[in-house]
């Protein structure tokens, strides 16, 4: 069993940045592909970011690309999500997610998929 628990939500100016980190307990950290996702409100939960195992393939959805990064330390069982130039439409829940698999360029589906989920923390961008 893996535990994921993120943290580093809070408020944030658009245009600003802020970085969320999840680490994870239980389970061999490097074995597993790990995804962050989102879920604002009255919306459905969506992909954002996705990183192998050791960190050499890194996958982002359209919305996202050039503004976040995704990384990870193995060694500190944890992995990070920075955010840059911040938007109002980026206001959600995040969570983030492993699996055992990478999924390709099908990250979009790969929620369904995923073994296990943290939390989530929760990310306000004020306009």
């Known amino acids: 069993q893996v535990q994921l628990v993120e943290s580093g939500g809070g408020l944030v100016q658009a245009g600003g940045s802020l970085r969320v980190s999840c680490a994870a307990s239980?389970?061999?950290?490097?074995?597993?592909?790990m995804g962050w996702f989102r879920q604002a409100p009255g919306k459905e939960r969506e992909f954002v970011a996705a990183?192998?195992?050791?960190?050499?393939?890194?996958y982002y959805a359209d919305s996202v690309k050039g503004r976040f990064t995704i990384s990870r330390d193995n060694a500190k069982r944890t992995v990070y999500l920075q955010m840059n130039s911040l938007k109002p439409e980026d206001t959600a829940v995040y969570y983030c997610?492993?699996?055992?698999?990478?999924?390709?360029?099908?990250?979009?589906?790969?929620?369904?998929?995923?073994?296990?989920w943290g939390k989530g923390t929760l990310v306000t961008v004020s306009s």
């Open positions: 990183i192998s195992y050791g960190g050499g393939r890194i």
């Open positions: 997610a492993a699996d055992t698999e990478w999924h390709g360029d099908s990250w979009s589906s790969a929620q369904y998929d995923m073994d296990y």
């Open positions: 239980g389970g061999t950290f490097s074995s597993y592909v």
